[in-house]
């Protein structure tokens, strides 16, 4: 149960950024792209693509610009990215776990250490963060006035951890392991989620001040502006009172 509460927190945080609806549509072109590189343009063949699909679905991505996607990505002279991840503390020892897909390694190390620099934050070496985050299966569903009860067993009984209801969305969570099973369950059940993937979750959330807070914010809105970070992850604990 614990772990969908720190999932709660990102996503509140995660909910501002989305409205930038352009970068959503970059970011998930990109990892089109790179699941066509990896494992060709069949989407019934390639999980990965499979998920990528849609997730752009999800956030009703046209069906032409999907298709345009695919079909340069397939072609000779379409782009390779590379996928690397970064770890580093902000203000005060927040956490910070960054996942990138980029065609020039030496521009995107050069800007995510820039933006640590600027914000009082500071790159780690890799696996510093390793016990701070668990990869866990989230699945984002729009909450259709499906029987709560029912859905939840379902649910459970496909191996997920955590199930919770709220107005517009409902939350599965799982263990890494049980992705697969979880997404065979919906698609038996004939959901298509909203948004799903592994997720970096944080096992233990750090408190902070305003001032720090309000530093990290500016960290968090530099990293997701960077045309190369696709993900961003971290185990600050939200406090709405300091937004005002």
Known sequence: MAGHSKWANIKHRKGAQ??????????????ITVAVKTGGPDAESNPRLRLALQNARGQNMPKDTVERAIKKASGAGAENYDEVTFEGYGPDGIAVFVECATDNNTRTVSNVRS??????????????????????????????????????????????????????????????????????KLHELDIEPKEAGLQRIPNNMKETNKSNFDTFMKLIDALEEDDDVQKVYHNLEFNEAFLS
């Open 18 to 31: 989305d409205a930038k609806r352009g970068k959503i549509f970059t970011k998930l072109i990109k990892e």
């Open 115 to 184: 933006y640590f620099r600027k914000f009082n934050g500071s790159l780690g070496k890799d696996g510093c963060l390793q016990f701070v985050f668990d990869r866990k299966g989230i699945f984002l569903i729009e909450n259709n006035g499906m029987d709560e009860d029912d859905f939840t067993m379902d649910m459970i009984d496909a191996g997920a951890e955590d199930v919770e209801f709220n107005e517009e969305l409902i939350t599965v969570s799982s263990v890494m392991e049980d992705f697969g099973a979880i997404q065979k």
